[in-house]
């Protein structure tokens, strides 16, 4: 099994780009999480998906959109890219019954 | 207040010591707590989950919790360099909407070096 896969792995954006952040899991799991990580401030909640179908906004869910495109499948989506927005993208998923989140190895975006 | 507080780091601690991470939360009804290890450059890995009160031991590695306090913590026995990392606590949070399902709050980290 991967567990959680993400694509891609780095990333340079120019301010006013556009791109997608692609997530996936093969752990069956229900419910899956993008966060952002900036030093300093932890681990941040951007969007998550408590089950296929349905969406949340998190801690810092704005200049963002996601969309739970099947059980597997998770995406993040900016759609004009800003400076505030370079930073480490996690994406996680997690089984109902015990809430333990495995996590993916993680996207470096960089917005210049 | 932080939903989540770690204690500040960084933390030294010599090689074969025991190493103590802290946590407190504010959320009485939260249920589920659990500890994760992250390399510089790498993403969180989970080490430890905690459901209930009292401690729980997995290897090198005891978590303790004590929900009337609101704390929970992590010892390192026996602590290698290769335990040096950032430790981040984690606490469930349920949705309010029944859709909503949980998520996690974490604290902010705290980095730990165990020096040879």
């Known amino acids: 099994n991967a567990g959680v896969t993400q694509t891609p792995k780095f990333q340079v954006l120019k301010t006013g780009q556009s791109m997608t952040l692609q997530c996936a899991q093969d752990m ?20 998550y998906s408590a089950s296929e179908g349905t969406t949340d906004k998190g801690e810092v869910p704005n200049g963002y959109n996601v969309s739970r495109l099947n059980k597997r499948e998770f995406s993040l989506r900016l759609e004009s890219a800003a400076p505030s927005q370079t930073s480490v993208y996690f994406c996680a998923s997690s089984a109902r019954e015990t809430y333990e989140q495995y996590f993916g190895p993680g996207t470096r975006l960089t917005v210049t | 207040q932080k939903e989540v507080e770690q204690n500040s780091g960084p933390l030294s601690v010599p090689e074969g010591a025991i190493a103590s991470l802290n946590c407190t939360y504010s959320d009485r009804g939260s249920q589920s707590f659990f500890w994760y290890r ?38 390192i026995r026996d602590s290698q360099p290769s ?10 949070i349920v949705g309010r909407r029944e859709t909503s399902g949980s998520r996690l709050t974490f604290g902010e980290g705290t980095q730990l070096t165990v020096n040879p």
């Open chain 2, 83 to 92: 335990d040096s990392a950032t430790y981040l606590c984690a606490v469930n």
């Open chain 1, 28 to 47: 069956n799991h229900n419910s899956m999480y993008w966060y952002r990580q900036d030093p300093g401030m932890g681990l941040r909640l951007i969007y």
């Open chain 2, 38 to 75: 992250q390399y510089s450059g790498k993403s969180p890995e989970l080490i430890m989950s905690i459901y209930s009160n009292g401690d729980k031991e997995d290897g090198r590695f005891t978590a303790q919790l004590n929900k009337a306090s609101q704390y929970v913590s992590l010892l």
